[in-house]
């Protein structure tokens, strides 16, 4: 079975070393040293991690993540290259579900925060996967967005988001769909047919976590 979770990990872990410490990211404020830290946190410091999601624990999550990154930055890649194993994100179990398109995403933050960028030609396994999950962030991140919106992935599928009103079409490959449902519409590479009113909404939504 293809481990795509482990490619993307290990393409970004190489990236990281070969641009260094304070590369530019697509995450606004953040070098490759604070991605580094934030992927540390994530699957090493159950205790903070929480709070990339839940905002109370925010402050917190973040006073750990900026400690983290004070570390030697050989030490931050290399603890992004190999998780522990106990992590409840990274274990065996869990990896290709939690992992694959994480670290797609913040490959691509890192790829595409330098000139010239250009989109990869994946594979048809590694998009299909992306598509799985790009439909279920889809469902959640596009649910109360006022309009009848069908996002489509040519060769992959199809869905209905949005609380009804005008029409609007987005389609895209599915690691682009996947970079645009997760904040990055501006350096994803999709087509938004309809209306410029809730297209430019759509745009400049406030979207994934």
Do not use: C
Not at 15 to 32: I, M
Request: aromatic share 6%; glycine share 8%.
């Amino acid at each position: 079975m293809p481990r795509y979770a482990r490619s993307e990990r290990e393409a970004l872990a190489d990236l990281l070393l070969d641009l260094g410490p304070d590369a530019p990211t697509v995450n606004e404020g953040w070098g490759t040293r604070d991605l580094a830290a934030h992927l540390i946190v994530r699957e090493r410091r159950p205790d903070a991690a929480a709070g990339i999601l839940l905002p109370p624990l925010r402050r917190y999550a973040e006073a750990v993540r900026r400690r983290v990154a004070a570390r030697p930055y050989p030490e931050l890649v290399a603890q992004v290259r190999r998780p522990p194993a106990w992590s409840p994100v990274s274990n065996p179990l869990t990896d290709e579900l939690a992992n694959t398109m994480e670290f797609f995403i913040h490959h691509e933050d890192v790829r595409r925060a330098r000139p010239g960028w250009l989109p990869r030609d994946l594979p048809a396994g590694l998009s299909a996967v992306l598509w799985k999950r790009a439909a279920m962030l889809a469902r959640v991140a596009l649910r109360r967005f006022p309009a009848d919106l069908l996002v489509q992935a040519p060769g992959f599928g199809e869905l209905t988001v949005g609380r009804g009103g005008e029409r609007l079409r987005l389609v895209g490959a599915p690691g682009e769909l996947a970079l645009f449902l997760s904040g990055r519409q501006r350096v994803s590479r999709v087509q938004i047919d309809g209306p410029a009113t809730p297209a430019d909404r759509l745009r400049a939504a406030s979207l994934g976590f």
